[in-house]
């Protein structure tokens, strides 16, 4: 070996040696101060309490609202119209005149057959004073009484041919637009106007088939429409059909609501929401809850630490969730940020601070 390389290779060696006893005296020796411990991190989280309530499990649907009673009038006869005496909009009661169709050939045919009937009582009553005397046989007083029985036949059938000319409210309701005009001439096809009851709403909505046994009727539901977005309308589950739908496999369902101000007209699209059941117990946010496997667990705080916690939930509903087991009620529970947490994890309360579950329905 050259005396270039024997020299290079011994300030190698010394080289590697110098640093090998700086990095012992330093970090082994006491020369140099080792790096103080890292303090435990403290994760910032929102808190909400477990508190006693009753959580609502509710089934969500959308239906059409319908008039509890609703008609096209029509003329039971053909004719001219002379008068009209509604309005559209008007509220009419039942039996009120709405429209007259020209009557005055009905009007006599009318006077016509009480004539007849008034001269055939009159001539039956006198062959019964005959028949006393015997003047006259028992078959001519037995055609006389015939005939009397035959005008008030015709007599009845004048009247009602009369009434046809006049078209009444069926019932108590609503009128729709007038749809046709003073002279014109209809017929039993001619829709003269709509009548609707609008003191009780009609809605019929389907729920799939997995909540059929748990609807029953008189079951309450809550109504909600977007013309009306701070009303709440309130009615119960009237009907329920024997039937599930094999396409969609629901069931249609029928509920009525009261309707006393008219407000809420048919057609109107309704959002639907049915109680189907009520359980009292220790609520939490549903974002409290961590589920692991077939588990699930919150995390709780006290003298600032996280703890985890199995729990045994009930019911869902509206953001919360009941718990059946694992919790207290005043406990609070690691409602956010609970992702970056271990047993024991040193908390304190985020910006947001303590978030009440708050007591009663949900």
């Known amino acids: 070996m050259s005396t270039f390389r024997q020299v290079l290779v011994t300030l190698i060696l010394l080289s590697a040696m110098a640093g090998g006893a700086y990095y012992y005296l330093e970090y082994w020796g006491?020369?140099?101060?080792?790096?103080?411990?890292?303090?435990?991190?403290?994760?910032?989280?929102?808190?909400?309490?477990?508190?006693?309530?009753t959580i609502r499990v509710e089934v969500e649907a959308v239906g059409t609202a319908q008039a509890r009673q609703a008609v096209d009038l029509v003329a039971l006869v053909s004719g001219r119209i002379i008068e009209i005496r509604f309005k559209p909009g008007q509220q009419v009661r039942k039996g009120e005149v709405l429209v007259r169709l020209d009557d005055a050939a009905e009007r006599a045919a009318l006077d016509e057959a009480a004539a007849a009937l008034k001269e055939a009582e009159f001539a039956y009553n006198r062959a019964r004073k005959l028949k006393k005397n015997n003047t006259i046989s028992q078959a001519t007083v037995e055609k006389q009484e015939a005939a009397v029985n035959s005008g008030k036949a015709r007599l009845d059938l004048m009247e009602k041919r009369l009434a046809d000319r006049t078209i009444r409210a069926p019932f108590d309701g609503v009128t729709g637009l007038q749809r046709v005009d003073v002279g014109a001439r209809i017929d039993s096809e001619t829709v003269i106007t709509t009548l609707d009851d609008l003191s009780q709403i009609e809605i019929n909505f389907s729920i799939p088939e997995i909540h059929f046994s748990k609807i029953r009727i008189g079951k309450p539901v809550e109504v909600r429409t977007a013309v009306f977005k701070n009303r709440v309308f309130k009615g119960k589950v009237t009907d329920i059909d024997t039937r599930i739908q094999e396409a969609s496999r629901a069931f249609k369902v029928r509920a009525v609501l009261p309707n006393p101000d008219g407000l809420i007209p048919s057609g109107m699209f309704?959002?639907?929401?049915?109680?189907?059941?009520?359980?009292?117990?220790?609520?939490?946010?549903?974002?409290?809850?961590?589920?692991?496997?077939?588990?699930?667990?919150?995390?709780?705080?006290?003298?600032?630490?996280?703890?985890?916690?199995?729990?045994?939930?009930?019911?869902?509903?509206?953001?919360?969730?009941?718990?059946?087991?694992?919790?207290?009620?005043?406990?609070?529970?690691?409602?956010?940020?609970?992702?970056?947490?271990?047993?024991?994890?040193?908390?304190?309360?985020?910006?947001?601070?303590?978030?009440?579950?708050?007591a009663g329905a949900v």
């Open 270 to 358: 309704m959002h639907v929401s049915v109680l189907i059941a009520e359980q009292r117990a220790i609520l939490i946010p549903e974002e409290a809850v961590i589920a692991e496997g077939g588990s699930q667990y919150v995390f709780t705080v006290a003298e600032g630490k996280a703890h985890r916690r199995g729990v045994k939930l009930g019911q869902r509903g509206k953001g919360k969730v009941a718990v059946l087991n694992g919790l207290k009620a005043g406990e609070e529970v690691v409602r956010l940020g609970h992702h970056r947490l271990r047993d024991g994890t040193l908390v304190k309360t985020g910006e947001a601070g303590a978030q009440k579950s708050g």
């Open 30 to 53: 006491g020369g140099m101060q080792a790096a103080a411990p890292s303090k435990p991190r403290v994760q910032s989280v929102q808190l909400a309490k477990a508190e006693p309530g």
